[in-house]
DNA sequence: TCTGGGGTCCTAGGACCC
DNA sequence: TCTGGGGTCCTAGGACCC
């Protein structure tokens, strides 16, 4: 038996365990920039408000509808994931974290009455952590993701739901909109209408080799999957990536090369940084620059660039080298640049590294450098060391105007509570804390 | 003024090899 | 009427997920 563990409108969930005021009442969350909604709270949810919205577009609906608007605060929501997952893994020898908010527990062999254990598992990540959690139990993961689904949608199931029984399933599927299937996006589920199949029921009586023909081997593991056939294995450890980007928009629309240099340098900092936490070297770079291409009447420009690494590197210095070349290269002046990225491919164990006859650079010299300014940036936070090429802050950087404080991640930002003596003032609590 | 960011897997077709 | 058989590697495009 699986269970799927989903947290509850995850990163609004998150901005509430520190704001209790807020339950009850409509909240978002803001992508990147505070450019669209990404996260609605049940209350923000009735009011219509849709997933993916650009919040400029509602901005004095929301403001009329007193919505509380968050811009997004990963540092917290990330520390608040480990959290949740942290005491999700008490519950299981075999844990698969699938997401920031999702994860798979292996429940084979535990001898209880599941629905008791994910009630327990459920109370216990609200004390722990503070993130209310649904939890879906089945037979395969694919069902797994079914019965989170019920778990979620039903009152009464109040956010658990066990589907073990072969009529129980049955009746779940003939509830459940093709659509809603895990691996079933928006080209299938056409694909599926245009053939009356609607529920996930009527796909589970199409013929295996009509399935394999127009949704791959894919496809036929998800039928197999909802007929109670385990396909999808638990994934303990996750898998080093195979291609690692770094993108943003940037906080204003950029026209000079110097700013968005610092840009680039540091999205390329970032992927050595990702490189070297999963103890990857890449062997190519690609860069990328494109102006918005929202803004039709504006003339438009869009290239990247990928250069070959002689010797596959995970070293800051280097990859930052090779992307600022690389964007001077593409860059061309009379266009407002909206967002550039940079992507790293060809990725592979920093230990087994194929050298060069010509190569010039002191590698073991790089990577202790690079140990060093790890360790300082991972005690003191990111960027206390950087390369100058990164800037000190542009007008690059995000667009975050309405950021929560790091509660759990910041020494400067962590919640402050009045002695009982009676209510001190912000500045007597700082007399405190200063004694 | 304002529209996110980061991934995986599969298939078809072409180039090439013996 | 008819044109061998068996492979690999690479790329582009399309699907999906959070």
Same mark, same amino acid.
């Given at each position: 038996?699986?269970?799927?563990?989903?947290?509850?409108?995850?990163?609004?969930?998150?901005?509430?365990?520190?704001?209790?005021?807020?339950?009850?009442?409509?909240?978002?969350?803001?992508?990147?920039?505070?450019?669209?909604?990404?996260?609605?709270?049940?209350?923000?949810?009735?009011?219509?408000?849709?997933?993916?919205?650009?919040?400029?577009?509602?901005?004095?609906?929301?403001?009329?509808?007193?919505?509380?608007?968050?811009?997004?605060?990963?540092?917290?929501?990330?520390?608040?994931?480990?959290?949740?997952?942290?005491?999700?893994?008490?519950?299981?020898?075999?844990?698969?974290?699938?997401?920031?908010?999702?994860?798979?527990?292996?429940?084979?062999?535990?001898?209880?009455?599941?629905?008791?254990?994910?009630?327990?598992?459920?109370?216990?990540?609200?004390?722990? %952590? *503070?993130?209310?959690?649904? @939890? =879906?139990?089945?037979?395969? /993961?694919? !069902?797994?993701?079914?019965?989170? #689904?019920? &778990?979620?949608?039903?009152?009464?199931?109040?956010?658990?739901?066990?589907?073990?029984?072969?009529?129980?399933?049955?009746?779940?599927?003939?509830?459940?909109? %093709? *659509?809603?299937?895990?691996? @079933? =996006?928006?080209?299938?589920? /056409?694909? !599926?209408?245009?053939?009356?199949? #609607?529920? &996930?029921?009527?796909?589970?009586?199409?013929?295996?080799?009509?399935?394999?023909?127009?949704?791959?081997?894919?496809?036929?593991?998800?039928?197999?999957?909802?007929? *109670?056939?385990?396909?999808?294995?638990?994934?303990?450890?996750?898998?080093?990536?195979?291609?690692?980007?770094?993108?943003?928009?940037?906080?204003?629309?950029?026209?000079?090369?110097?700013?968005?240099?610092?840009?680039?340098?540091?999205?390329?900092?970032?992927?050595?940084?990702?490189?070297?936490?999963?103890?990857?070297?890449?062997?190519?770079?690609?860069?990328?620059?494109?102006?918005?291409?929202?803004?039709?009447?504006?003339?438009?420009?869009?290239?990247?660039?990928?250069?070959?690494?002689?010797?596959?590197?995970?070293?800051?210095?280097?990859?930052?080298?090779?992307?600022?070349?690389?964007?001077?290269?593409?860059?061309?002046?009379?266009?407002?640049?909206?967002?550039?990225?940079?992507?790293?491919?060809?990725?592979?164990?920093?230990?087994?590294?194929?050298?060069?006859?010509?190569?010039?650079?002191?590698?073991?010299?790089?990577?202790?450098?690079?140990?060093?300014?790890?360790?300082?940036?991972?005690?003191?936070?990111?960027?206390?060391?950087?390369?100058?090429?990164?800037?000190?802050?542009?007008?690059?950087?995000?667009?975050?105007?309405?950021?929560?404080?790091?509660?759990?991640?910041?020494?400067?930002?962590?919640?402050?509570?009045?002695?009982?003596?009676?209510?001190?003032?912000?500045?007597?609590?700082?007399?405190?804390?200063?004694?």
């Amino acid at each position: 038996m699986f269970a799927l563990v989903d947290c509850n409108n995850f990163y609004v969930s998150c901005e509430r365990v520190f704001r209790p005021d807020l339950n009850d009442r409509p909240v978002v969350v803001l992508s990147n920039n505070d450019g669209c909604i990404i996260s609605r709270s049940e209350e923000a949810k009735q009011l219509g408000i849709k997933m993916g919205e650009p919040a400029f577009k509602i901005a004095a609906f929301l403001e009329r509808n007193q919505v509380t608007v968050f811009s997004s605060n990963y540092a917290l929501y990330g520390d608040l994931s480990h959290r949740v997952m942290q005491t999700l893994g008490q519950f299981t020898p075999e844990l698969e974290v699938y997401s920031i908010d999702e994860a798979f527990l292996n429940l084979t062999g535990l001898p209880v009455d599941w629905t008791a254990y994910a009630r327990t598992i459920r109370e216990t990540v609200g004390r722990h %952590v *503070g993130i209310p959690v649904s @939890i =879906g139990v089945a037979p395969t /993961k694919v !069902l797994a993701k079914v019965a989170n #689904h019920r &778990a979620k949608k039903i009152p009464e199931q109040k956010g658990v739901c066990v589907l073990e029984d072969p009529e129980e399933i049955a009746e779940a599927l003939k509830n459940l909109a %093709v *659509g809603e299937v895990w691996g @079933i =996006g928006r080209q299938y589920k /056409k694909l !599926l209408h245009s053939i009356q199949v #609607h529920t &996930a029921w009527d796909f589970l009586q199409l013929d295996d080799d009509w399935v394999r023909r127009r949704m791959t081997v894919v496809g036929l593991r998800i039928k197999k999957e909802l007929a *109670g056939i385990a396909c999808l294995e638990m994934e303990l450890i996750p898998p080093a990536k195979k291609v690692i980007c770094t993108s943003r928009s940037f906080g204003e629309d950029q026209t000079a090369l110097a700013p968005i240099k610092e840009a680039v340098a540091t999205y390329a900092a970032r992927c050595a940084e990702k490189l070297r936490r999963q103890h990857s070297s890449a062997g190519m770079l690609m860069v990328f620059l494109h102006t918005n291409s929202f803004k039709e009447d504006e003339p438009q420009y869009a290239r990247n660039l990928v250069c070959k690494l002689p010797v596959p590197t995970n070293s800051t210095i280097e990859l930052i080298r090779y992307a600022t070349a690389a964007l001077r290269a593409i860059y061309r002046e009379g266009y407002r640049y909206k967002k550039a990225g940079v992507i790293v491919m060809e990725i592979g164990p920093e230990d087994r590294i194929q050298g060069s006859l010509f190569d010039r650079v002191d590698r073991e010299k790089h990577a202790a450098v690079m140990r060093k300014i790890d360790a300082l940036n991972a005690k003191y936070g990111r960027d206390t060391i950087k390369v100058a090429a990164q800037g000190v802050g542009g007008k690059w950087k995000l667009r975050q105007e309405r950021l929560s404080p790091c509660y759990t991640t910041r020494w400067s930002d962590i919640i402050k509570v009045a002695a009982h003596t009676g209510c001190r003032s912000h500045n007597e609590v700082l007399k405190i804390k200063a004694r």
